[in-house]
Nanobody, 124 residues
Framework: VQLQAYGGGLVQAGGSLRLSCSVSGHTYNNYAVGWFRQGPEKEREFVATIRRNGAILYADSVKGRFTISRDNAKSTVFLQMNTMTSEDTGIYYC???????????????????WGQGTLVTVSS
């Protein structure tokens, strides 16, 4: 499975940005695609994830501001980010996990395949 994240860039605080993650290669019936981010001098953290059946989980820090969605026909997952703050700055990675159980959806160790990351910078 190969993943490619794109759509990052520079945005002002309060603005919006939409990230995309295209997934290719051998896929399975039950996989989740998630977004993680790593800010300056921070550990990589969970942002949001979506299962093929549409089940979604968000980190508390992005609830109400970010929306994850997927187009299964195009094997693409989107992350719409609104009302952004400087705390949202970082490299955003998309990742795919196969047969991820519900209790581990927010754990990066549950995701086997990772994209290269796309940089998001929010200016204050």
């Amino acid at each position: 499975v190969q993943l490619q994240a794109y759509g990052g860039g520079l945005v002002q605080a309060g603005g919006s940005l939409r990230l995309s993650c295209s997934v290719s290669g051998h896929t399975y019936n039950n996989y989740a695609v998630g977004w993680f981010r790593q800010g300056p001098e921070k550990e990589r953290e969970f942002v949001a994830t979506i299962r093929r059946n549409g089940a979604i989980l968000y980190a508390d820090s992005v609830k109400g501001r970010f929306t994850i969605s997927r187009d299964n026909a195009k094997s693409t997952v989107f992350l719409q980010m609104n009302t952004m703050t400087s705390e949202d700055t970082g490299i955003y990675y998309c990742a795919a996990g196969l047969n991820v159980i519900t209790s581990t959806l927010g754990n990066r160790q549950a995701y086997t395949y990772w994209g290269q990351g796309t940089l998001v910078t929010v200016s204050s």
